[in-house]
């Protein structure tokens, strides 16, 4: 599946995204765009490699349901969504692609 992006993204969003690096870390002050990126990249790299397994990392859970859930759609439509397990918290999409959310809090769930 190809999807065509046409997104305007901040100087420091293209740096991030254009980062040839394996694991980025985006860190800015509020309003910086941080979470936007973060949903930006899980799409574009869910998408561009099918069937791949990611992780985004929050903080804590309730950053992940509170923030980054409220802000994901925007970014990756729910149409591409195959389900979402609240429990695992875990989002499978269309493609095959699975996408992790961990809290930073609890180092076992992410390592």
Sequence with gaps: ???ELNITRTPPQKAFMESGAK????AGGVGWGKT???CMSA???SF???GTLGVIVAPTYASIRD???????NWLPKELW???NKTD???KLINGSTILFRSAKDEAQIE
């Design 89 to 91: 918290k875990e989002l």
């Design 43 to 45: 799409m574009e790299e």
């Design 82 to 84: 195959a389900s979402y």
């Design 23 to 26: 694991m980025r870390v985006g």
């Design 36 to 38: 936007a990126v973060g």
């Design 1 to 3: 599946m190809k999807l």
């Design 67 to 73: 923030v980054i859930l409220r802000e994901l759609p």
């Design 48 to 50: 561009k490699n099918p």
